[in-house]
């Protein structure tokens, strides 16, 4: 029997607190989630878990690890996750982010 787990923003800042020690280790310092999930707006199914990363300084990551990343957290939650690097994100996303931000860890 499968059994369907409803995501929002305490199950999922729980989950992604749980997995600090596996994410610090591929060069995760910070997590934050923001977007519909953050504000509890998300509809299940349809909605992606929007987090922001940033990074341990010095540590250069290449598209093929942030790739694993990001397929990493989506395993985790069981939800497709959209992981947005914090020094990439463009001013209006930024600052909305900045809002709405909850930080895991």
Excluded: N, W
Excluded at 1 to 22: F, G, T
Excluded at 47 to 60: H, K, N
Excluded at 87 to 100: G, N, Q, S
């Amino acid at each position: 029997m499968c059994q369907i787990v409803q995501m929002d923003r305490d199950l999922i800042i729980a989950k992604l607190r749980e997995s600090a020690p596996e994410l610090k280790a591929a060069g995760v310092e910070h997590l934050s989630l923001h977007g519909s999930y953050a504000r509890g707006t998300a509809i299940d199914g349809k909605s992606d878990v929007d987090v922001i990363a940033e990074f341990t300084d010095g540590r250069r990551l290449s598209l093929v690890d942030m790739v694993a990343i990001e397929r990493r957290l989506t395993e985790l939650l069981g939800v497709r996750v959209d992981l947005s690097p914090a020094r990439t994100l463009k001013d209006p996303v930024r600052e909305k982010a900045r809002r709405e931000a909850v930080l895991a860890f």
